[in-house]
């Protein structure tokens, strides 16, 4: 018989490291099986008869204080168990804080906060640093404790904050129960010496007690099981509701036709009609390579889905349906749809052979993380969520010139070979034409739209409150934005016709004045979307072998004249303010990822400085891949379903909200007028292949149209549409352009306004406006 595991428990206080945690304790301690529960999830009285099955507890960190009971919930009631019940504890930031207060020691606010930041710790070389060299430890805190003479806990560790905050105790033990804790961070990806070694030296200190101790560990049984469920990692993508697999093919022609830029391709297809769906993906610029045109037909399904809607709604043609969800989530009922739709032999080089295309709001994210969205002052709601199920589509590969013309409509050979025609001729038409030139974008005309800018002073006196949430531990980084929104009021040069889309017009003149490797076109009724991010958000290849990667940015500056790289460098990576920025969203980012894929997690690329048209930014790169067979979800062949699990539970993306995104994300809802919407939220692509790529909706702006049709809740299943005028009369349009950035203890609220106003620069351009100086 194999000997049962040796069970953790891990008591997460809602943190955003805590399955970086995990993965270390995994790594330290050979085969050992994680059970993670929340901080008040049990009451401690149903908790303590089940302490006996456990070798050990991990208590992690967490935002807040060790004397605030919503904060520290059970956990400081762990420390003072009676001896029956007694087990080895590893505390971990707020854990190390929790224990050192209920022993008799003091808690002080540091003078200077240190988030992100790496420190040498001096040690005791004894206990949990037996044999452990240099260690140098990522620090996330605000808060710190002072031993007193009486208390019950000793030090192990410090580190010498000298002028700033003098010595500050690093690790402690307590005097005479098996309780060990650290202040800083084990398990960030930056802390060297001090992480799995010291896991290491608790777990044989641990077992070392609980042999002397003669403990006896309770059996696993049913009932502890119902209460602690299954160990970590629990890989699962969504529940799909059964399906006939009609799994379809894919027809695929490929040219190659390089120098054909992607505006003369979708202006084959129907973008210049203002009043029809369209949707393109474009790589406008590196490292971006394909980009994708879904070339729609009227009868393209589109779904729609807004948060609190306890429907889906279809829109295929002019019939509506609106589909209850009953008791499924909108993400499993996506989930389904695709399942129902995989398909298979498309070509290994183009990485979307047909599927869905559209985007993800940010508020959807905001509730899957148990947090109230913002109210939306419109009714009925916009939607959160809005795609098109593509089954044509276009894919040019930007590195080779390679256009693969795809179907995955049964019988659409002559559809791909009438497009492959005209794509021939247009080619040719384009390269012996003189000018070459890309089909002309309108260049905004000034005088024609009121811009409402935020407020400087008010910004800036919301970043000094974020701060004060910095400094008192609810936060170590919180993404501060606003929205501005612009008013068109030009009927003239608005007419929307079939031949002529205005939206269309600005969107090529976005790609000119700000290229993105993340950039996208969508017009989506109600919402037109114009993207030039820079951010991946995730991307997930295609089965089998599936590889997770996700591209958090943090640390900006202004690209322009005189901004050599040499400079952008020194100026990013050799800030300790921009590195510990983008240290914070690396470690969250593995925490998300850690916490759907399991163990295997690396930092492919750390803090690098890539140029855009009017930005430099400081990019990591963390990629996963799931464990061995966890992909195949039903026997067969998977579709991206666990990418798409992953992209459920790590919305919204932490670069745009801070850690531990939590509550930051509440202390963000007190600071900021409005809801988000389609900024901060995702945009990108789930193929029927499996494979997906979601980007950040950064850099962005959108609108959306008067008349939302499809979501109201009809008593009817099916409605039909009236007919969509093609020539409407102009009405002025409201756009929206959010921006904003990361504020942390280092922040100064001048510079952060700046950085905003780059950002938003970025994009306010295409109206003809500029931020009048001085604002
Ligand atoms: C908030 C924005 O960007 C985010 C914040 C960044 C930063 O603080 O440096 C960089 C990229 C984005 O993750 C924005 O563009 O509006
Ligand atoms: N990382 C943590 O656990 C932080 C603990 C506490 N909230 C502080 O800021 O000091």
């Not at 894919?395 to 025609?421: F, H, P």
């Not at 790289?565 to 240290?583: I, Q, W």
Request: charged share 20%; net charge negative; with cysteine.
């Amino acid at each position: 018989m194999t000997p049962e595991p040796h069970k953790i428990l891990l008591v997460d206080s809602y943190d955003s490291f805590t399955y970086n945690l995990a993965s270390l304790c995994r790594r330290s301690i050979p085969g050992c099986a994680i059970y993670i529960i929340k901080n008040d999830q049990l009451p401690l009285p149903v908790l303590l008869p089940y302490l006996a099955c456990f070798s050990a507890i991990i208590v992690g960190p967490g935002p807040g204080s060790p004397n605030v009971t919503e904060d520290i919930g059970l956990v400081r009631d762990l420390w003072k168990v009676s001896d029956q019940h007694l087990l080895p504890i590893f505390g971990v930031c707020l854990g190390l804080q929790s224990l050192a207060i209920e022993s008799g020691a003091r808690l002080r606010k540091l003078s200077v906060v240190k988030h992100g930041q790496v420190s040498r710790v001096k040690h005791t070389g004894t206990e949990i640093f037996k044999g452990v060299g240099d260690v140098d430890a990522v620090r996330y805190h605000s808060l710190h404790v002072e031993l007193r003479e009486h208390s019950n806990v000793e030090e192990l560790a410090c580190a010498d904050d000298e002028g700033e905050n003098g010595k500050v105790v690093m690790a402690l033990k307590h005097k005479s129960r098996p309780f060990w804790a650290v202040q800083y961070h084990p398990e960030s990806v930056l802390t060297g010496g001090g992480g799995i070694e010291v896991l290491i030296n608790f777990w044989r200190l641990a077992q070392n007690w609980n042999k002397t101790q003669q403990r006896l560990i309770r059996m696993w049984d049913t009932e502890a099981h119902n209460l602690f469920g299954s160990p970590w990692p629990i890989i699962r993508p969504p529940p799909t509701s059964p399906c006939h697999n009609d799994r379809r093919l894919v027809s695929t022609t490929v040219l190659r036709l390089p120098n054909i830029p992607i505006p003369v391709i979708c202006e084959l297809f129907s973008v210049t009609d203002e009043s029809s769906p369209f949707v393109l993906l474009d790589s406008a610029a590196q490292p971006g390579r394909y980009s994708i045109i879904g070339c729609l037909t009227a009868q393209s399904p589109q779904i729609t889905h807004s948060i609190g809607d306890s429907f889906v709604h279809l829109k295929e043609g002019s019939s509506c349906s609106h589909i209850e969800l009953q008791g499924h989530n909108i993400w499993s009922w996506l989930a389904s749809f695709m399942n129902r739709r995989k398909a298979s032999g498309g070509s290994p080089n183009s990485p979307f052979w047909g599927g869905l295309i559209g985007y993800l709001s940010y508020e959807l994210g905001v509730q899957s993380l148990s947090v109230h969205p913002m109210p939306q002052a419109d009714d009925p709601r916009h939607p959160d969520v809005n795609l098109v199920f593509v089954e044509r589509s276009v894919v040019l590969d930007t590195t080779s010139g390679d256009v693969y013309i795809q179907s995955i409509t049964e019988d659409d050979g002559e559809w791909i070979a009438n497009t492959a025609a005209k794509l021939q001729t247009t080619a040719q038409e384009y390269s012996s034409s003189v000018t070459n030139d890309t089909p002309s974008s309108t260049k905004a005309r000034p005088n024609t739209s009121t811009v409402t800018l935020p407020d400087r002073e008010l910004y800036k006196s919301r970043i000094n409150i974020a701060k004060e949430h910095l400094f008192s531990g609810d936060s170590y980084e919180l993404c501060l934005t606003a929205n501005t929104r612009i008013t068109l009021n030009d009927p003239l040069a608005q007419k929307a016709s079939r031949h002529h889309s205005p939206s269309w017009q600005r969107y090529k003149h976005l790609r000119e004045v700000n290229p993105a490797p993340h950039a996208a076109y969508f017009r989506l009724h109600p919402t037109t979307l114009l993207a030039s991010s820079p951010e991946r958000f995730l991307s997930f290849s295609r089965p089998p072998n599936a590889t997770y990667q996700l591209r958090p940015i943090k640390g900006t500056i202004r690209a322009g004249p005189g901004i050599t790289r040499a400079f952008a460098e020194n100026a990013l990576r050799g800030s300790k303010k921009e590195v510990a920025e983008n240290l914070m969203i690396v470690d969250l980012i593995r925490h998300d990822l850690h916490g759907v894929i399991g163990e295997d997690v690396e930092v492919k690329q750390f803090c690098g400085v890539e140029e855009y048209k009017t930005v430099w930014q400081l990019v990591s790169v963390i990629e996963g891949k799931p464990a061995e067979g966890a992909e195949d979800t039903d026997g067969r062949r998977a579709n991206g379903a666990l990418g798409w699990e992953v992209l459920r539970r790590s919305l919204p993306p932490g670069s745009m909200t801070g850690a531990p995104k939590k509550r930051s994300v509440e202390i963000l809802q007190t600071l900021e007028d409005e809801e988000r919407s389609l900024y901060s939220g995702v945009f990108g692509y789930w193929c029927v292949g499996g494979g997906g790529d979601w980007s950040v909706t950064i850099r962005s702006c959108f609108k959306y149209d008067g008349t939302y049709t499809c979501a109201t809740h009809s008593a009817s299943r099916q409605d039909v549409l009236p007919a969509v005028h093609k020539e409407r009369t102009p009405e002025p349009e409201h756009w929206v352009i959010g921006a904003g950035g990361a504020i942390t203890a280092l922040s100064n609220a001048d510079e952060e306004w700046e950085e905003m106003v780059v950002k938003l620069q970025s994009v306010l351009r295409v109206f003809g406006a500029a931020i009048p100086r001085g604002n």
